[in-house]
């Protein structure tokens, strides 16, 4: 079983930055695609980033593509995701996935989520 845990999240104004963390815990992750989604009220979750295992097939979404960067780190069981010119649009509750199969698709495994909140 794989335990997901979030942090980084915040305020922060429109245009700043903000970096996400992500530590898998109960098994090694580096086997999984890993990835983040996002979810605001009365919305679906919607997928933000992926990257697979080797860390050279990635997916972004078309909203944060040239903004977000997603990487991992398969030695400390992490992935990140590093946000940049951020938008009002972006504020989410953003969850850490392992898993999935394929790009844009969520696995089964899910963090509790962190905040992601930018004022205008």
């Known amino acids: 079983q794989v335990q997901l845990a979030e942090s980084g999240g915040g305020l922060v104004q429109a245009g700043g930055s903000l970096r996400l963390s992500c530590v898998a815990s109960?098994?090694?992750?580096?086997?999984?695609?890993m990835g983040w989604f996002r979810q605001t009220p009365g919305e679906e979750r919607e997928s933000v980033a992926t990257?697979?295992?080797?860390?050279?097939?990635?997916y972004y979404a078309d909203s944060v593509k040239g903004r977000f960067t997603i990487s991992r780190d398969n030695a400390k069981n992490m992935v990140f995701l590093q946000m940049n010119s951020l938008k009002p649009e972006d504020t989410a509750v953003y969850y850490c996935?392992?898993?999935?199969?394929?790009?844009?698709?969520?696995?089964?495994?899910w963090g509790q989520g962190t905040q992601v909140t930018v004022s205008s």
């Open positions: 996935n392992a898993g999935g199969l394929l790009l844009s698709r969520p696995g089964g495994y």
């Open positions: 109960g098994r090694t992750v580096s086997d999984y695609r």
């Open positions: 990257i697979n295992t080797s860390s050279d097939i990635f």
